[in-house]
Every structure is written in C-alpha cells, then in structure tokens.
C-alpha cells in the first residue's frame, strides 16, 4: 500500500430524540429500566427467547440479553460511564467491536436531548457492512426506532406518579 492511500473512513451513525422528561430520570429509564423498554423483537439476538436485559451500572460493566434457558449474550462492556450526562458501551454484536455512545443534555428542566453515535464502522470488511446492514434502514433506522420507543416510555413513566414506586 503506498503512503498516499488512507484506509477507508465510514461515518458514525448519529441519532436523537428530545425527551419530555428531565436529564437524571431520562438517564435512569435508559439504564435502570433498559429491559422492560428495549425492543427485544426484533433488536436482539435471542428474538422471542430473551426473558431479560440487563445492564450494569458501571465502568467495566456488561449489558447483555438472558434467554429463557439462562443463555447470556453479551452485547458489550460500559467504557465511559459519567450519570447523568452520558455513557459509552462497546457494542459486540456485529463481527468487529464497534461503540454506542449516549450523552443526555438537559435543554430546560423537563427536557432532554438523547443523542446517540454508533461509531467504528471502518472496522467491518464490506461483507460483513453489507450483512450488518441488509435490514431495510439498517443500523440507522433501527436505532431511530430504538429512540423513538424510548422517548415514549421516558414520557409515560414521567407522567406516572407511581414511577417511583414501582421502580426495580
């Protein structure tokens, strides 16, 4: 390879949502309550199998789906972990480790911007982009549903007065 050739350069996936909700509660829906939201049919590896998904509160921690037979999943370790601002997860699925960042922004005190770059694309070979993304929309369509769900669910537990109370 000649010093005049770069390696190829694909773009992060980025995605947002404004939340009707504030920063800390919108952080904690996310982490805390990942499994009660996440769209395990069809955003998971175990599909109709996946009994729970769980994500640990930490720097080093994993999220990952559990199966009815007891199968856990990895889908990647926490690398970044800052609450309520944001956090960072490698993201094991595909073929080649790639990372999801969130940063959750208050915009006024009942208002948050989730922002979300799904990043390290350069990482897969054309094949393995071509399968990770064969879904019509691929990556970046998923994670808008993904977003979209979630700013509803954020919004329906702000509104329940008993949200506290029937917490995990």
């Known amino acids: 390879m000649s010093d005049n050739v770069r390696p190829l350069r694909r773009p992060p996936i980025r995605q ?12 904690e829906v996310f982490v ?5 939201w996440w769209p395990t ?3 998971s590896l175990g599909q109709d199998r996946v009994t729970a998904v769980t994500f640990e509160r930490r720097l080093g921690g994993r999220v990952f789906e559990t199966w009815s037979d007891g199968t856990e999943v990895e889908w990647g370790e926490v690398i ?3 609450p309520p601002e944001r956090f960072a997860m490698t993201w094991t699925i595909l073929p080649a480790v790639t990372e999801v960042e969130l940063s959750f922004t208050e915009l006024a005190p009942s208002l948050t911007r989730v922002a979300l770059e799904h990043r390290g694309w ?12 064969s879904v019509p929309g691929g990556y970046s369509a998923g994670w808008k549903s993904i977003l979209e769900i979630f700013a509803r669910t954020v919004e329906a537990a702000a509104a329940d007065p008993r949200d506290g109370e029937n917490s995990r």
């Open 16 to 27: 947002q949502t404004i939340v009707r909700s504030d920063r800390a509660h919108t952080f």
């Open 32 to 36: 805390r309550d990942l499994g009660s």
């Open 41 to 43: 049919r069809p955003h």
């Open 80 to 82: 970044a972990w800052q």
């Open 122 to 133: 350069e990482r897969l070979t054309e094949e393995q982009l071509a399968a990770a993304t």
